[in-house]
């Protein structure tokens, strides 16, 4: 794991449409306020991406459903969209996190039962409308900004597996 805005990046020659041609430059300052910000946020998400990516998960996936603190801004929840490519939605709970803790173990425990895996909907599957899984949409992609997000993300990893290889995992 590569702590967050440790290592900077700029990419040069970066136009959205392709890696070709794309050098990335480590700087050793911070950037301005508003961009250390931005990847703040956005650098965390297009790691996830990758990561998800690389161990199968569709891409895009077919929704995100977003929990926790900032599960309430939608500047944040817009950027999620963005980089994963689908909707974004919230569940109608301000404990909203636990609630995803239990139903992961739910998840877990069902399939345990099974001897299989269970697909993760069929424990809400037509059983949400009255409860506290009710979601609510709250984020849609920029379609212009998906593939450019994609390719950072692609990027991104070539950066992190060299800096692995360099440095070696923490």
Known sequence: MLLVGFHRYVLENFNGETL???NEREVE???DGASEVRAVIEG???SMRGHAERFGMPSPPKRLIATGGAS???SILGIAACVFGCE???VERPDSASLGAALRAAHGWLCHNEGSFVPFKCLYEKKVENTSLKSKLVATPDTH???KYGLMAKKRLDI???LVEKLGRL
């Open 160 to 162: 992190e597996n060299r």
């Open 20 to 22: 070709e041609g794309v």
């Open 44 to 46: 965390p998400f297009v």
């Open 72 to 74: 309430v801004n939608h």
């Open 88 to 90: 974004v939605y919230t």
């Open 29 to 31: 300052k911070e950037f």
């Open 145 to 147: 900004l998906v593939p």
